[in-house]
């Protein structure tokens, strides 16, 4: 043992390394996404497969958007929908994955009741005609006596505390479950939120209950489980299946489950939750992990379209229970899962809801842990101990009888619904035998033209040139890390595309599009997307970019420069001058080929990204043609960035600041110097409420400068903030409350 003892210490802590894993004292970051590896092949391998026709998806399509028009639609047309539903098709129950946060106006009876009280006060034949059609075009209470007394269920979301902390909530919660109150001292560890979106209080009071959306990705951004518990100001909310279920049973009571121990009190530790005779698996945050059934598809589809239209098959839809939700890429309800890159979210409640009626969510009780501590305990001491005085012959065969029996008992215990972690377990046998017997992992190489055929498409030539050198370091497969993504849009493009003949449109995209690539090609950016007239590139990946940031930054002001040449050109040839708005954001991405089996895309998902989507949509806003994020200026500190604003963008709780790229601060000159700070100074002022002072500034600003938008914008909020003044506690966000 002597002469093996330091192979023997180096067994030994390996095994202690996984131990204070398991037992939660460390946790690295490396061997989580190795767990999520290991979690998600059990499930692919272990999929149940077919399609589940009791639960259908009421598809708001690309179809239905081009039959029935851009989403959100009418309150009509969603009743419509609804009592189509329940009276011709005779569905059990309705579950909306989409929330209706504000008042339907598209029937303009606003205005006609504007009129009335105004212009056509005294005309009494206008008020009789008006009095007549009001509830017809009231299209919320519409759709709210269309819900009344139907097994219908709202969707609506929470957000996390530091989303909201300066944000009021919107709409109207449905009851809670069940209080802190009733637990009788228990304490839930679960997810907790600040703050949440909600349907308008007339819908909610007609339906039959609501349930949250809200996913629960881990930290590489897949959806593997949904919170069934979410505590809001002392209140426990379902999700949105475990609301359709329980509307579909008869409405029976949620209660906790706590595992039966001595002396209880304050234990805190949530396994299940009760529900008539049924149990529902939840982990230590009170969340079940969704058994997917299949890739995307394992449920029925009907395109919306076609239940508005009366064209569904009436057999499909008898007593199933229906989910309206949408698969459309442009609404972004679409998901990272184990299953599939891109998974369309309103499905994931359905694998839910039919898991929670098959008894089939897998659980993953308090005694996990000890499981896995023997385990590793009982692997690593044996290999520890015996590898270094065993044969090679023999060192292999106890080495894979290890992994083997370890395996099966993972798996036996998968097969029972039970989750065991598997990735120490599958990691200390091959790493104490690679200690022991000088054993590499081999890599297999790549050709350079496998590299061209994977990234060609996406990259300059000069990058795959590069790339084939090290054809091992890229790959396809999703990664996360951190990137800069830029959004480009032309300006007002449907009114210019209405006004030139379809050639004419396609030669000027062309030259336009020629452009800007060439620009997004030399500084090594990848090209994602054209979306009609707008570009959506990234950098950071497949070739990892120290510079990702910058360069993103040197193309947007290039792209901007190149624009100035074209409003010179473009009218020559009878074109009409083009304008555009770019958004760049930096962040944590998720990148790698994703999509289906019909189309395959190398892309990039995540927040930071829609974030550098909605940077785009809002430089209009303030006269600005580049936008950047918080992440993107501080990843460029020697170029100066002028902050615009602090604002929430939709979709986002947390504020960000947005800043508009000056010039490299060596390079700017005393006048814009000047003017930079009375600008700050004037933003200090805004925002500590001393309106007088900032307008003061602002006005001198714009007079020397009358083209700029951005000073304007300022001057009329203060404007509307001395007639409305913000609340005491307002911290200078502005809210944008569209995408």
Not at 204 to 220: E, I, T, V
Not at 525 to 533: E, L, P, S
Not at 675 to 704: G, M, P, T, V
């Amino acid at each position: 043992m002597k002469k093996h003892s330091l192979r023997i210490l180096a067994g030994l802590a390996i095994t202690l390394f996984f131990l204070l894993n398991a037992a939660g004292a460390i946790k690295p970051d490396f061997l989580k996404r190795v767990e999520f590896w290991a979690y998600d092949h059990r499930l692919n391998l272990t999929l149940p497969g077919g399609i589940d026709s009791r639960i259908v998806i009421v598809d708001i399509d690309e179809r239905s958007l081009a039959e029935v028009g851009r989403w959100p639609w009418s309150r009509n047309r969603v009743a419509l929908l609804v009592n189509n539903l329940i009276e011709r098709y005779h569905a059990a129950v309705i579950g909306f994955d989409v929330v209706f946060a504000e008042k339907d106006e598209s029937s303009g009876l606003s205005a006609l009741e504007r009129l009335k009280n105004g212009e056509l006060r005294g005309d009494p034949d206008y008020q009789a005609a008006l009095d007549k059609i009001r509830e017809e075009l009231d299209y919320d209470g519409v759709l709210a006596r269309t819900m009344k007394g139907k097994p219908v269920i709202l969707g609506y979301y929470f957000t996390g505390k530091g989303e909201s902390r300066k944000r009021e909530s919107t709409g109207m919660l449905p009851d809670p479950v069940f209080k802190k109150s009733d637990l009788k001292g228990e304490d839930i560890d679960v997810i907790s939120m600040g703050g949440y979106g909600a349907n308008i209080p007339e819908l909610q009071k007609s339906a039959a209950g609501a349930g949250h959306f809200n996913p629960d990705p881990d930290l590489d951004g897949v959806t593997r489980r949904v919170p069934m518990l979410v505590e809001y100001q002392g209140g426990y909310y379902e999700p949105l299946s475990l609301a359709v279920v329980r509307v579909l049973l008869g409405m029976p009571e949620l209660l906790p489950g706590f595992p039966e121990k001595k002396g209880h009190g304050g234990y805190g530790r949530i396994e299940w939750l009760s529900l008539a005779d049924m149990r529902i698996p939840v982990d230590s945050r009170g969340a079940a992990v969704i058994p997917y059934r299949g890739k995307q598809g394992s449920f029925p589809y009907i395109s919306a379209s076609d239940i508005l239209n009366g064209r569904a098959n009436p057999e499909q839809l008898e007593g199933a229970i229906v989910l309206v939700g949408t698969t459309a890429p442009g609404l972004m309800d679409l998901r990272s899962t184990p299953v599939s890159s891109v998974y369309a979210g309103v499905e994931i409640h359905a694998n839910m809801i039919a898991g929670i009626l098959d008894q089939t969510i897998k659980y993953s009780p308090a005694y996990v842990m000890g499981a896995e501590i023997v385990i590793l305990l009982v692997t690593g001491l044996l290999l520890s101990f015996l590898l270094p005085i065993l044969t090679p012959a023999k060192s292999n065969l106890l080495s894979l009888a290890l992994l083997v029996i370890t395996l099966l008992i993972n798996f036996a215990a998968w097969h029972d619904n039970m989750v065991l972690p598997l990735a120490s377990t599958i990691m200390i046998i091959p790493l104490i035998y690679a200690f022991n017997m000088s054993y590499g992992f081999l890599v297999e190489a790549r050709t350079k033209r496998e590299i061209t055929g994977l990234f060609g498409q996406y990259v300059p030539p000069a990058l795959v040139e590069v790339m084939s050198r090290n054809p091992e370091n890229f790959r396809m497969e999703a990664d996360s890390r951190e990137m800069t993504v830029l959004f480009s849009d032309v300006r007002n493009f449907t009114t210019i595309s209405e006004g030139l003949e379809p050639k004419q449109l396609s030669l000027l995209m062309n030259e336009y599009m020629n452009i800007m690539t060439g620009i997004i090609q030399k500084y090594q950016g990848t090209i994602d997307k054209y979306i009609g007239d707008a570009i959506m590139a990234f950098w950071g990946a497949p070739l990892y970019d120290p510079e990702h940031a910058r360069n993103a930054l040197l193309t947007a002001i290039e792209m901007q420069n190149a624009m100035k040449r074209i409003r010179e050109d473009f009218p020559a040839r009878g074109w009409p001058a083009l304008h555009i708005g770019i958004g760049i954001n930096s962040g944590v991405m998720r990148v790698g080929n994703m999509g289906s089996r019909f189309r395959m895309a190398y892309t990039v998902m995540g927040d930071a990204v829609n974030l550098g989507s909605r940077l785009e949509g809002i430089t209009k806003q303030y006269g600005v043609g580049i936008l950047a994020g918080e992440r993107t200026a501080a990843l460029v500190p020697d170029y100066e960035m002028l902050e615009v604003d602090r604002v929430r963008v939709k979709g986002k709780g947390e504020p960000v600041s947005i800043f508009e790229p000056i010039a490299p601060k060596k390079e700017l000159a005393k006048t814009v110097l000047e003017e930079l700070h009375f600008y700050k100074k004037s933003i200090e002022f805004y925002r500590s409420q001393e309106w007088d002072k900032a307008e003061e500034i602002l006005k001198r600003l714009a007079a020397d400068e009358p083209g700029r938008k951005l000073y304007k914008v300022y001057i009329d909020r203060i404007e509307r903030f001395r007639r409305t003044p913000p609340p005491p506690d307002w911290d200078g966000v502005f809210e944008f409350d569209t995408k």
